[in-house]
């Protein structure tokens, strides 16, 4: 069983719905990543949590640390959304946390796929 | 410009035959490490380093070796590439693990598409 879960593997919609993208993980985590691939192959960095949540233009990204969960929603969502959105867990404790330290080993979930139609 | 520079971009090899990736930073950026990524199976960690002259093991270092001797440059040796080395790598860079500073953003090279024949 991997230690990231992502869900829904694929998702297509409509432009303008509403997204969720969710990601459950098993171990204790110091931070939480969220990275959008693009079809042409590169990575960027949306978002990294270790509590609460963060807002970036029509991103959020929410996380629950008890649950052991974390959301990425998408609001308005345009077809230059379209590509696979990973989520990465930096392997930690509550220490870690307190001492707000982060990053080192990281653990990805298998992405999401998400295209949206205009 | 910001950036990470991943260099060769495109590689096709043979068994055996010795190759390094380089990845260089202009950010001043103190963590580095490197990915794989293979269909069906996401990212994985191979190595990462927290600063000059300290590395360590990710999730599947077998097959390679890294060294950080300058902050800016974080190679990826392949030693004696087999064939399932074949894989897309990614180099990233971030500030640090200081989450006081949000510093952890991930900052990724391009890739480099290795082959191993």
């Known amino acids: 069983k991997n230690e990231v879960e992502q869900s829904p593997q694929n998702l297509t919609a409509q432009e303008g719905e509403f997204i969720t993208i969710n990601c459950s993980y098993s171990?204790?985590?110091?931070?939480l990543h969220w990275l959008q691939q693009h079809p042409g192959g590169g990575i960027v960095s949306l978002f990294m949590?270790?509590?609460g949540k963060k807002k970036h233009g029509r991103l959020i990204a929410t996380i629950n640390i008890q649950e052991k969960h974390s959301s990425l929603h998408i609001t308005a969502s345009h077809p230059r959304d379209s590509a696979v959105y990973i989520c990465?867990?930096?392997?930690?404790?509550?220490?870690?946390?307190?001492?707000?330290?982060?990053?080192?080993?990281?653990?990805f979930g298998t992405g999401t796929r998400l295209t949206i139609i205009p | 410009e910001a950036q990470v520079t991943q260099n060769p971009r495109y590689l096709i090899t043979v068994t055996g035959k010795k190759l390094t990736v380089t990845c260089s930073q202009n950010?001043?950026?103190?963590?580095m490490s490197w990915y794989r990524q293979d269909p069906g199976l996401g990212l994985r960690q191979i190595y990462y380093?927290?600063?000059?002259?300290?590395?360590d093991k990710g999730d599947v270092p077998e097959g390679y070796k890294v060294s950080r001797k300058e902050k800016r440059n974080f190679p990826l040796i392949l030693e004696s590439p087999s064939p399932n080395q074949t894989s897309l790598y990614f180099c990233?860079?971030?500030?640090?693990?200081?989450?006081?500073?949000?510093?952890?953003?991930?900052?990724f090279g391009e890739g480099s598409r290795l082959t191993v024949l």
């Open positions: 380093s927290m600063n000059v002259e300290v590395t």
């Open positions: 950010m001043n950026h103190e963590y």
């Open positions: 171990v204790g985590i110091s931070a």
């Open positions: 949590l270790s509590s």
């Open positions: 990465a867990v930096s392997m930690g404790n509550e220490l870690q946390v307190k001492t707000n330290f982060g990053n080192e080993k990281l653990t």
């Open positions: 990233a860079s971030s500030l640090g693990p200081d989450l006081r500073e949000d510093t952890g953003e991930l900052f």
